[in-house]
């Protein structure tokens, strides 16, 4: 296909985690830190695949931990969405600073 | 510039792009919407890397599934004073240096001296839903592009067969078994508010 | 499937191991399982609930007991064949190599450390050489590295042999059983002896228990023959624990019954005591030796016998070394011993190793064609030495367990009480399978044993013989009589082992497994026939009732006081030729010649008196007497079969001959080098006086039956009288010698005592009242200076921890963020700067 | 076809010029199939009514397609005054660049495919799905209550289906053994028994859990929960007018078109007639054999299209706790025994009894076919005396008066 190297995947797959790292780090929106999560993910799975391209040991390896990711990252936001909605049920809000009736 | 790499250029520019866009938009259906973008732009990314099943399943599983799942978050639990719940600007201040600080150590770590090391790879597509199945079921993969041993410093790889099956049934069940627990979990309480 | 028996017969032991199993398996699986899954089913009538009838409705079901038996018959019949196949095999004169190639088969359950082929094993450089056989070839062995747990059969004479009389012995019981137990088919079973035991309680009823019954009779037979056909310790060690919780329900089958409950746990608990000492036996043996295989243990302790041909007098032998200074490298370097001194370490062997330049015995050794010089230095610093102490250790602890399970002195006081077992029961444990099992793991286990430790077992089995032999002329309860004569008839077959009569001491637990289990059956058969009266006094006169059971016990009873040419006769002569032949080699251990021969006296008395007393003379209790009756064909069938085999099971030829018993030269076939090794001179003393030791044994065998006669059958002498001259002796062994008092008084009172002084001290009043208004007095300052106040101080020390660190627990998620962004900034950072 | 283009291009020109023919070749086929199928669907509405639908616009109103196009294009494009406005225009485009993209992978002819993908049936499983994100924004972004409604209820509708539709998907590729839709069309070159649809039984069946779960995941009636005009006005359509309406209405219909294309290729032989027993691009040349293909996948696209407008007028539509019953209670189950039953199948059936199952199948369905052709063409006066019927189906017009004496 393309040959340009895994230094711009690396790049942009930082750039991602970045964003996603920020994300968890501004959004009050427990659905917006949701969203921080997906990014980091995806980030990671973008290394994933790159490396599964750029290295032949891991043609295989790359992209069977990339789709396990991608069904892991799929169970996870199901859970913290039906957390996310109880949490909105008992608190009528989804604002991420109100969760804290476990603080010590 | 060839073709490949002004297309690598304009999807990693969206797909850049729309991260940020999650990031900074206050509106979290419009995150939502950049999300999407993201996510789509991670799977042409993924198309472009010749790994078309991952790309598939990315947009199949994120897109047509988490994404719509996380959009039906947002529409259950938004009220119109909660939609943009704003972070104060030092949040963001803090937020933006740690994220910058975190992509800096990455790039040096992808560019400098540690990096990975290069390797041309062989020409065709990554192996595909039949080669990824047989890995699954323990059989290494035959084609001969795997034979590259094409590490510079020489270090052969060892490629004994790894069978994924038990991963991938572990994750199956973990699937199912998480995806009764979010159901319960949804619906519990509100059987109690009742 | 042919071929996959004919290429390793031994297969057909594996399978006859899990018939009964698989007996136990169905009769749990439908007479419980699915029979208590269905019961809901029951009420609800219609087609739902015939499933619930078709099973067996609320009756025992009796179909599975069939079953039972019908597997057990089978596995009879497997052992039978695997036997004549066997000893087929061993005449065609097949190498060792060969013979285990098709005879015996391991496999891994766990194996760790280095498991690389291609690595060489040195096994005490944490690794262990191992045999693993190619299943499809039976090629010979490759050694595999690693330490491993395994599972393994390995069939040879004495295993053939001992397989083939369990599964007989076992299956004449399950057939006995059939009918002994038939009570326990009805749907409430009345049991007096509850009511006679608990006080309050009148015309207790239960459930009848016939297939419960029968899943442990078939779960005890899978046990036992799993511990014959084992081939390792750890295999050997699950299946004695097997066995042991086996006879803990079956002692305790009537656990209504106080008296059988509490000799259920008593067996229990005295086999743990054995069993601790077995472990530690186990224990040693797998970290100073590396293995639990017999064999390869063994061969480990023991100069190989391949080297015979290099220096006849070495094999087979323990070779002491004196471990000296460590070399320049730091090795440990060893000296052989000088010349008639023995040294302080075992040195150590490979197993197998099909290298001959790596071992070639000790000192100069010649061979037709080549001469080795001292290899055995090397051998020492290849492969090590184990202290002696440790392997004498090893030795005795497992003797202990075998102490425990055989019941010898002085762990022998759970026997007797094990008869509040239905009777089968007693057969069972006495006969074929759990008292077999300590003798057996003993002769198994031979070369195991350092000779300090074998004397000690001829020492243990010479007291127990005559311990148990003096207690049993006293008592009167019919199936105690018997517990006792089997406590003294293992001590015969300890004192025979370790006087190095390796195959006397085995024929004797086969002849008398087959004669005791006639003896419990015909007492059974008396027992049933006289509604459960055990009681020997209210017997007498019998034999005009029950003819078949009197006869065959006759046969019995003949059996085991050693009349001639009946099975005990060979075994107990040559037990006692052998106990002559070391008593004249080392004078000073006579007395293990003079017990036992006492001893033989005794047992034909007690056991012609027990005979006497029951069948002969005039009936001494009317009431039972007319209610005795013959036991149905079901019952005597299998004491015919029995009578039989304890006639003639040791018959050879010529008959009057005891050495030439074709049993015993079978079972000296299958002899660890060991023996002949290490018993030589006493082996060919015993044979010089043969005759001797017989004509003495018999000539005590019929003073003690001439007595018994004298006393119980032509009333020449008063019972009465005789025991009002004998006065504190027969007190004594009344009470056992008081070994229950003595262990009371020793263990168990101590104990509860200190448990009561415990009790009392945590009890104390407190310091003071209740204040007013709290609900409890305030706690004493003595607890609080002691346990209390320490195990206080921790959880408060924990508690004031949890306080402090709670902080930390902000409950703000970007918080969180923000930490664990910085964890990760440091980790890259730290990246960054190593590799920048 | 990329081939075609370097015959005169240099390699990056020629797949930009590749790429462009085949984006306006998808774009022309959807917006054609459009066109022709607003006007079907109206004409057989009506005949299904007793109307006789749009006559004037050209001939048999066959332009009326273009006059709607002009009067939409013409209109004011507004958006409410609650509206997120950049969401509420970008919906429409989402809803359509979904159905276009699932194009991207669906083979006209042997080689007639935009992109061959090795995973071409997952790819438009994948596309097609997304489509549901154009919908949720557009109610979403509507601020209005029933376009909300409607959105949600749409995602909800097409998450479900997705899950029988793609189960369903792989019972075919168990067949084939690949996903590769080029390949899985070539496989069932020659006569119509090698069709996917007459391997076996569970295939068979297969087909029609596929085609009745495609069509509510293009919200078609009697699934339309989405645009439930009784219910929530027009769902979320209420706000859109004009141009951003015709093309939501571009995206159904071309995702009408992608799924029954995807169900001709997996199940009915794709751009084989079956009838002819060779692979026609070998026989005849690559122009004149996709030639044919084209027209005859067309017509197979068509037909099942057809089918689905046939079921919208004839059928009302389901509640939304029926829909999702449906779904999950009984499409999931019987799409999970299916892929279980193919599976068994491939592994366990002796050859004979495949064999014979095929033809079986084949000729019974061809029979029954026939019988319903025939029956349909049987002149009406058989179907019983004139006049007890009232309507159209009586053969000649009843006085409703006439009971009323």
């Given at each position: 296909?393309i040959?340009?190297?895994?230094?711009?995947?690396?790049?942009?797959?930082?750039?991602?985690?970045?964003?996603?790292?920020?994300?968890l780090?501004?959004?009050?929106?427990?659905?917006g830190?949701?969203?921080?999560?997906?990014?980091?993910?995806?980030?990671?799975?973008?290394?994933?695949?790159?490396?599964?391209?750029?290295?032949?040991?891991?043609?295989?390896?790359?992209?069977?931990?990339?789709?396990?990711?991608?069904?892991?990252?799929?169970?996870?936001?199901?859970?913290?969405?039906?957390?996310?909605?109880?949490?909105?049920?008992?608190?009528?809000?989804?604002?991420?600073?109100?969760?804290?009736?476990?603080?010590? | 510039?060839?073709?490949?790499?002004?297309?690598?250029?304009?999807?990693?520019l969206?797909?850049?792009?729309?991260?940020l866009?999650?990031?900074?938009?206050?509106?979290?259906?419009?995150?939502?919407?950049?999300?999407?973008?993201?996510?789509?732009?991670?799977?042409?990314?993924?198309?472009?890397?010749?790994?078309?099943?991952?790309?598939?399943?990315?947009?199949?599983?994120y897109?047509?599934?988490t994404?719509?799942?996380?959009?039906?978050?947002?529409?259950?639990?938004?009220?119109?004073?909660?939609?943009?719940?704003?972070?104060?600007?030092?949040?963001?201040?803090?937020?933006?240096?740690?994220?910058?600080?975190?992509?800096?150590?990455?790039?040096?770590?992808?560019?400098?001296?540690?990096?990975?090391?290069?390797?041309?790879?062989p020409?065709?597509?990554?192996?595909?839903?039949?080669?990824?199945?047989?890995?699954?079921?323990?059989?290494?993969?035959?084609?001969?592009?795997?034979?590259?041993?094409?590490?510079?410093?020489?270090?052969?790889?060892?490629?004994?067969?790894?069978?994924?099956?038990?991963p991938?049934?572990?994750?199956?069940?973990?699937?199912?078994?998480?995806?009764?627990?979010?159901?319960?979990?949804?619906?519990?309480?509100?059987?109690?508010?009742? | 499937?042919?071929?996959?028996?004919?290429?390793?017969?031994?297969?057909?032991?594996?399978?006859?191991?899990?018939?009964?199993l698989?007996g136990?398996?169905?009769?749990?699986?439908?007479?419980?399982?699915?029979?208590?899954?269905?019961?809901?089913l029951?009420?609800?009538?219609?087609?739902a609930?015939?499933?619930?009838?078709?099973?067996?409705?609320?009756?025992?079901?009796?179909?599975?007991?069939?079953?039972?038996?019908?597997?057990?018959?089978?596995?009879?019949?497997?052992?039978?064949?695997?036997?004549?196949?066997?000893?087929?095999?061993?005449?065609?004169?097949?190498k060792?190599?060969?013979?285990?190639?098709?005879?015996?088969?391991?496999?891994?359950?766990?194996?760790?450390?280095?498991?690389?082929?291609?690595?060489?094993a040195e096994?005490?450089?944490?690794?262990?050489?191992?045999?693993?056989?190619?299943?499809?070839?039976?090629?010979?062995p490759?050694?595999?590295g690693?330490?491993?747990?395994?599972?393994?059969?390995?069939?040879?004479?004495?295993?053939?042999?001992?397989?083939?009389?369990?599964?007989?012995?076992?299956?004449?019981?399950?057939?006995?059983?059939?009918?002994?137990?038939?009570?326990?088919t009805?749907?409430?079973?009345?049991?007096?002896?509850?009511?006679?035991?608990?006080?309050?309680?009148?015309?207790?009823?239960?459930?009848?228990?016939?297939?419960?019954?029968f899943?442990?009779?078939s779960?005890?037979?899978?046990?036992?023959?799993?511990?014959l056909?084992?081939?390792?310790?750890?295999q050997?060690?699950?299946?004695?624990?097997?066995?042991?919780?086996?006879?803990?329900?079956?002692?305790?089958?009537y656990?209504?019954?106080?008296?059988?409950?509490?000799?259920a746990?008593?067996?229990?608990?005295?086999?743990?005591?054995?069993?601790?000492?077995?472990?530690?036996?186990?224990?040693?043996?797998?970290?100073?030796?590396?293995?639990?295989?017999?064999?390869?243990?063994?061969?480990?302790?023991?100069?190989?016998?391949?080297?015979?041909?290099?220096?006849?007098?070495?094999?087979?032998?323990?070779?002491?070394?004196?471990?000296?200074?460590?070399?320049?490298?730091?090795?440990?370097?060893?000296?052989?011993?000088?010349?008639?001194?023995?040294?302080?370490?075992?040195a150590?062997?490979?197993?197998?190793?099909?290298?001959?330049?790596?071992?070639?015995?000790?000192?100069?050794?010649?061979?037709?064609?080549?001469?080795?010089?001292?290899?055995?230095?090397?051998?020492?610093?290849?492969?090590g030495?184990?202290?002696?102490?440790?392997?004498?250790?090893?030795?005795?602890?497992?003797?202990?367990?075998?102490?425990?399970?055989?019941?010898?002195?002085?762990?022998?006081?759970?026997?007797?009480?094990?008869?509040?077992?239905?009777?089968?029961?007693?057969?069972?444990?006495?006969?074929?399978?759990?008292?077999?099992?300590?003798?057996?793991l003993?002769?198994?286990?031979?070369?195991?044993?350092?000779?300090?430790?074998?004397?000690?077992?001829?020492?243990?089995?010479?007291?127990?013989?005559?311990?148990a032999?003096?207690?049993?002329?006293?008592?009167t309860?019919?199936?105690?009589?018997?517990?006792?004569?089997?406590?003294?008839?293992?001590?015969y077959?300890?004192?025979?082992?370790?006087?190095?009569?390796?195959?006397?001491?085995?024929?004797?637990?086969?002849?008398?497994?087959?004669?005791?289990?006639?003896?419990?059956?015909?007492?059974?058969?008396?027992?049933?026939?006289?509604?459960?009266?055990?009681?020997?006094?209210?017997?007498?006169?019998?034999?005009?009732?029950?003819?078949?059971?009197?006869?065959?016990?006759?046969?019995?009873?003949?059996?085991?006081?050693?009349a001639p040419?009946?099975?005990?006769?060979?075994?107990?002569?040559?037990?006692?030729?052998?106990?002559?032949g070391?008593?004249?080699?080392?004078?000073?251990?006579?007395?293990?010649?003079?017990?036992?021969?006492?001893?033989?006296?005794?047992?034909?008395?007690?056991?012609?008196?027990?005979?006497?007393?029951?069948?002969?003379?005039?009936?001494r209790?009317?009431?039972v007497?007319?209610?005795?009756?013959e036991?149905?064909a079901?019952?005597?069938?299998?004491?015919?079969?029995?009578?039989?085999?304890?006639?003639?099971?040791?018959?050879?030829?010529?008959?009057?001959?005891?050495?030439?018993?074709?049993?015993?030269?079978?079972?000296?076939?299958?002899?660890?080098?060991?023996?002949?090794?290490?018993?030589?001179?006493?082996?060919?003393?015993?044979?010089?006086?043969?005759?001797?030791?017989?004509?003495?044994?018999?000539?005590?065998?019929?003073?003690?039956?001439?007595?018994?006669?004298?006393m119980?059958?032509?009333?020449?002498?008063?019972?009465?009288?005789?025991?009002?001259?004998?006065?504190?002796?027969?007190?004594?062994?009344?009470?056992?010698?008081?070994?229950?008092?003595?262990?009371?008084?020793?263990l168990v009172?101590?104990?509860?005592?200190?448990?009561?002084?415990?009790?009392?001290?945590?009890?104390?009043?407190?310091?003071?009242?209740?204040?007013?208004?709290?609900?409890?007095?305030?706690?004493?300052?003595?607890?609080?200076?002691?346990?209390?106040?320490?195990?206080?101080?921790?959880?408060?020390?924990?508690?004031?921890?949890?306080?402090?660190?709670?902080?930390?627990?902000?409950?703000?998620?970007?918080?969180?963020?923000?930490?664990?962004?910085?964890?990760?900034?440091?980790?890259?950072?730290?990246?960054?700067?190593?590799?920048? | 076809?990329?081939?075609?283009?370097?015959?005169?291009?240099?390699?990056?020109?020629?797949?930009?010029?590749?790429?462009?023919?085949?984006?306006?070749?998808?774009?022309?086929?959807?917006s054609?199939?459009?066109?022709?199928?607003?006007?079907?669907?109206r004409k057989?509405?009506?005949?299904?009514?007793?109307?006789?639908?749009?006559?004037?616009?050209?001939?048999?109103?066959?332009?009326?397609?273009?006059?709607?196009?002009?009067?939409?294009?013409?209109?004011?494009?507004?958006?409410?005054?609650?509206?997120?406005?950049?969401?509420?225009?970008?919906?429409?485009?989402?809803?359509?660049?979904a159905?276009?993209?699932?194009?991207?992978?669906?083979?006209?002819?042997?080689?007639?495919?935009?992109?061959?993908?090795?995973?071409?049936?997952?790819?438009?499983?994948?596309?097609?799905?997304?489509?549901?994100?154009?919908?949720?924004l557009?109610?979403?972004?509507?601020?209005?209550?029933?376009?909300?409604?409607?959105?949600?209820?749409?995602?909800?509708?097409?998450?479900?289906?997705?899950?029988?539709?793609?189960?369903?998907?792989?019972?075919?590729?168990?067949?084939?053994?690949?996903?590769?839709?080029?390949?899985i069309?070539?496989?069932?070159?020659?006569?119509?028994?090698g069709?996917?649809?007459?391997?076996?039984?569970?295939?068979?069946l297969?087909?029609f859990?596929?085609?009745?779960?495609a069509?509510?995941?293009?919200?078609?009636a009697p699934?339309?929960?989405?645009?439930?005009?009784?219910?929530?006005?027009?769902?979320?359509?209420?706000?859109?007018?004009?141009?951003?309406?015709?093309?939501?209405?571009?995206?159904?219909?071309?995702?009408?078109f992608?799924?029954s294309?995807?169900?001709?290729?997996?199940?009915?032989?794709?751009?084989?007639?079956?009838?002819?027993?060779?692979?026609?691009?070998?026989?005849?040349?690559?122009?004149?054999?996709?030639?044919?293909?084209?027209?005859?996948?067309a017509a197979?696209?068509?037909?099942?299209?057809?089918?689905?407008?046939?079921?919208?007028?004839?059928?009302?539509?389901?509640?939304?706790?029926?829909?999702?019953?449906?779904?999950?209670?009984?499409?999931?189950?019987?799409?999970?025994?299916?892929?279980?039953?193919?599976?068994?199948?491939?592994?366990?059936?002796?050859?004979?009894?495949t064999?014979?199952?095929?033809?079986?199948?084949?000729?019974?369905?061809?029979?029954?076919?026939l019988?319903l052709?025939?029956?349909?063409?049987?002149?009406?006066?058989?179907?019983?005396?004139?006049?007890?019927?009232?309507?159209?189906?009586?053969?000649?017009?009843?006085?409703?008066?006439?009971?009323?004496?």
């Amino acid at each position: 296909m393309i040959e340009l190297g895994l230094p711009p995947f690396l790049l942009l797959s930082a750039f991602l985690f970045a964003c996603g790292v920020s994300c968890l780090a501004v959004k009050r929106n427990a659905i917006g830190v949701l969203m921080g999560v997906e990014l980091i993910l995806n980030a990671a799975n973008l290394n994933f695949v790159a490396f599964a391209r750029y290295n032949p040991a891991f043609r295989v390896e790359g992209q069977v931990f990339a789709l396990l990711v991608v069904v892991l990252a799929a169970a996870e936001a199901a859970v913290a969405l039906a957390i996310i909605l109880n949490f909105y049920n008992n608190h009528a809000t989804v604002d991420v600073d109100r969760a804290d009736d476990l603080r010590g | 510039m060839s073709l490949a790499v002004a297309l690598f250029a304009v999807v990693a520019l969206a797909t850049g792009a729309s991260a940020l866009g999650v990031v900074l938009s206050r509106n979290i259906v419009r995150a939502a919407v950049w999300l999407l973008f993201t996510l789509i732009g991670v799977a042409l990314n993924y198309l472009l890397l010749g790994a078309e099943f991952v790309g598939a399943a990315q947009l199949i599983v994120y897109v047509g599934g988490t994404l719509v799942l996380v959009v039906f978050g947002v529409m259950l639990t938004a009220q119109g004073p909660l939609r943009s719940l704003a972070a104060r600007p030092a949040e963001w201040a803090v937020g933006g240096v740690r994220a910058a600080a975190l992509f800096g150590l990455l790039a040096a770590l992808a560019l400098g001296p540690h990096a990975p090391p290069a390797v041309t790879p062989p020409d065709g597509p990554l192996p595909g839903v039949g080669p990824l199945g047989l890995a699954f079921l323990g059989f290494p993969d035959a084609s001969p592009a795997a034979n590259v041993t094409g590490v510079p410093d020489g270090k052969v790889f060892p490629r004994t067969p790894v069978a994924y099956l038990l991963p991938f049934e572990v994750v199956s069940v973990h699937l199912l078994v998480v995806l009764i627990g979010a159901a319960y979990l949804a619906r519990a309480k509100r059987r109690a508010k009742a | 499937m042919p071929e996959w028996f004919a290429t390793t017969p031994g297969r057909l032991y594996v399978v006859a191991t899990l018939l009964p199993l698989v007996g136990c398996a169905l009769l749990l699986l439908f007479a419980g399982l699915a029979r208590n899954l269905c019961r809901p089913l029951r009420a609800s009538g219609g087609r739902a609930g015939s499933l619930y009838w078709l099973l067996g409705g609320d009756k025992p079901l009796a179909t599975g007991a069939y079953l039972a038996t019908a597997l057990m018959g089978l596995a009879a019949v497997l052992a039978v064949v695997g036997l004549v196949m066997f000893l087929g095999d061993a005449q065609r004169g097949l190498k060792p190599d060969e013979l285990a190639a098709r005879w015996s088969e391991r496999t891994d359950w766990i194996r760790v450390g280095n498991t690389d082929p291609a690595t060489p094993a040195e096994w005490d450089k944490s690794d262990s050489a191992r045999l693993v056989r190619d299943e499809s070839t039976a090629a010979p062995p490759v050694p595999r590295g690693g330490r491993a747990l395994e599972l393994g059969y390995r069939i040879d004479h004495l295993t053939a042999l001992m397989v083939a009389m369990v599964t007989v012995i076992g299956t004449l019981i399950f057939v006995f059983s059939l009918g002994y137990m038939r009570d326990e088919t009805k749907e409430t079973v009345e049991d007096h002896e509850v009511d006679h035991q608990t006080p309050g309680t009148h015309h207790f009823a239960r459930r009848g228990r016939y297939g419960r019954f029968f899943a442990y009779l078939s779960l005890f037979a899978f046990s036992m023959l799993n511990l014959l056909v084992a081939d390792n310790l750890f295999q050997v060690f699950v299946s004695w624990e097997l066995v042991g919780v086996c006879s803990f329900f079956l002692i305790g089958f009537y656990y209504e019954r106080p008296s059988a409950s509490r000799a259920a746990a008593k067996a229990f608990i005295v086999n743990r005591v054995g069993d601790a000492g077995f472990l530690v036996g186990i224990l040693v043996a797998w970290t100073s030796l590396g293995t639990l295989n017999i064999d390869e243990l063994a061969r480990r302790l023991r100069s190989p016998d391949r080297d015979t041909h290099g220096s006849l007098e070495l094999a087979g032998q323990l070779v002491r070394v004196n471990p000296g200074q460590p070399d320049e490298k730091g090795n440990p370097t060893y000296e052989l011993p000088a010349k008639g001194e023995t040294g302080t370490h075992l040195a150590l062997y490979p197993a197998l190793w099909e290298d001959p330049t790596h071992f070639h015995g000790l000192g100069h050794a010649r061979t037709n064609d080549r001469e080795f010089t001292a290899p055995a230095r090397q051998t020492y610093f290849d492969f090590g030495a184990m202290p002696y102490w440790l392997f004498v250790v090893m030795g005795i602890g497992i003797f202990l367990g075998c102490v425990g399970k055989s019941a010898q002195v002085p762990l022998h006081t759970w026997l007797p009480d094990a008869m509040e077992g239905p009777t089968p029961v007693s057969a069972l444990i006495h006969a074929a399978t759990m008292v077999a099992a300590g003798v057996y793991l003993v002769g198994r286990c031979y070369p195991l044993f350092a000779p300090e430790v074998l004397l000690g077992v001829a020492y243990t089995g010479a007291v127990t013989l005559f311990v148990a032999a003096t207690i049993a002329l006293v008592q009167t309860d019919i199936k105690r009589v018997l517990a006792y004569s089997t406590c003294s008839q293992l001590g015969y077959m300890m004192l025979a082992l370790g006087v190095g009569g390796w195959a006397a001491g085995l024929l004797h637990l086969l002849t008398h497994a087959f004669f005791k289990a006639l003896l419990f059956l015909g007492s059974g058969s008396v027992i049933h026939g006289c509604h459960h009266e055990q009681d020997l006094r209210k017997m007498g006169g019998l034999l005009t009732k029950m003819r078949v059971t009197g006869f065959t016990m006759l046969v019995g009873v003949l059996a085991i006081a050693g009349a001639p040419f009946f099975s005990g006769w060979y075994s107990k002569d040559q037990i006692l030729s052998s106990a002559l032949g070391y008593g004249l080699v080392h004078r000073e251990h006579m007395t293990l010649f003079v017990l036992p021969l006492l001893t033989a006296a005794m047992t034909g008395f007690y056991m012609f008196r027990l005979w006497f007393l029951a069948f002969a003379g005039a009936p001494r209790d009317h009431h039972v007497h007319d209610h005795a009756h013959e036991s149905p064909a079901v019952m005597t069938v299998p004491l015919v079969i029995l009578a039989l085999f304890s006639v003639g099971v040791a018959w050879g030829w010529p008959l009057w001959d005891a050495d030439a018993s074709a049993l015993g030269h079978l079972l000296e076939a299958g002899q660890p080098a060991a023996v002949r090794v290490a018993f030589g001179p006493e082996r060919l003393t015993a044979h010089d006086h043969h005759l001797v030791a017989g004509v003495l044994a018999l000539l005590a065998a019929a003073l003690g039956a001439g007595l018994a006669a004298a006393m119980y059958w032509r009333p020449k002498l008063d019972p009465a009288a005789v025991r009002a001259r004998a006065g504190g002796a027969y007190t004594f062994l009344l009470n056992k010698w008081y070994f229950d008092e003595a262990y009371d008084a020793a263990l168990v009172r101590p104990t509860v005592g200190l448990a009561f002084a415990s009790a009392a001290a945590d009890k104390r009043p407190t310091d003071g009242p209740a204040p007013p208004g709290a609900a409890e007095p305030p706690p004493r300052r003595y607890d609080l200076g002691t346990l209390d106040g320490l195990i206080t101080t921790v959880g408060q020390l924990v508690g004031a921890a949890g306080r402090e660190l709670r902080l930390v627990q902000t409950g703000r998620l970007r918080g969180y963020v923000l930490v664990l962004a910085l964890t990760v900034a440091g980790l890259l950072g730290m990246l960054v700067g190593l590799s920048g | 076809m990329p081939s075609f283009w370097s015959d005169f291009l240099q390699p990056p020109l020629s797949g930009i010029a590749f790429g462009v023919t085949a984006v306006a070749a998808i774009f022309g086929f959807i917006s054609g199939s459009a066109f022709f199928a607003i006007w079907a669907e109206r004409k057989v509405s009506a005949r299904m009514q007793d109307r006789l639908g749009p006559t004037r616009v050209g001939p048999f109103g066959l332009l009326q397609s273009l006059a709607d196009g002009i009067k939409l294009i013409s209109k004011e494009d507004h958006a409410p005054a609650g509206a997120d406005r950049l969401l509420f225009r970008l919906a429409p485009y989402l809803a359509f660049c979904a159905a276009f993209c699932g194009y991207i992978a669906l083979p006209f002819g042997a080689g007639l495919v935009a992109a061959e993908l090795s995973v071409g049936a997952f790819f438009m499983l994948a596309v097609l799905s997304s489509e549901v994100f154009g919908v949720v924004l557009a109610g979403y972004a509507s601020a209005n209550k029933w376009s909300l409604f409607g959105g949600v209820r749409e995602a909800a509708q097409v998450v479900s289906y997705e899950v029988p539709r793609a189960l369903c998907v792989v019972v075919p590729v168990c067949v084939t053994g690949t996903l590769n839709l080029t390949t899985i069309g070539t496989q069932q070159a020659g006569w119509f028994w090698g069709w996917n649809l007459f391997h076996d039984p569970f295939t068979f069946l297969a087909f029609f859990v596929f085609f009745v779960t495609a069509t509510a995941s293009c919200k078609r009636a009697p699934f339309d929960l989405a645009e439930a005009e009784s219910e929530l006005v027009a769902g979320f359509l209420t706000e859109y007018s004009g141009f951003r309406w015709s093309i939501f209405f571009l995206a159904e219909y071309g995702s009408m078109f992608a799924v029954s294309g995807l169900a001709a290729l997996l199940f009915l032989g794709g751009w084989h007639t079956g009838v002819l027993p060779f692979e026609p691009t070998a026989e005849w040349g690559f122009w004149l054999g996709n030639l044919l293909n084209l027209a005859v996948f067309a017509a197979k696209c068509w037909a099942l299209v057809l089918v689905m407008m046939w079921m919208r007028w004839s059928l009302p539509r389901l509640r939304i706790d029926q829909v999702m019953t449906t779904c999950l209670q009984y499409f999931l189950p019987i799409a999970c025994a299916l892929l279980v039953g193919v599976c068994l199948w491939q592994l366990l059936a002796p050859p004979a009894v495949t064999a014979a199952t095929r033809y079986v199948l084949a000729f019974g369905t061809l029979g029954a076919l026939l019988l319903l052709v025939a029956s349909v063409l049987r002149p009406p006066a058989a179907a019983g005396p004139a006049g007890h019927l009232p309507g159209a189906w009586a053969g000649r017009a009843t006085p409703l008066t006439a009971g009323r004496k």
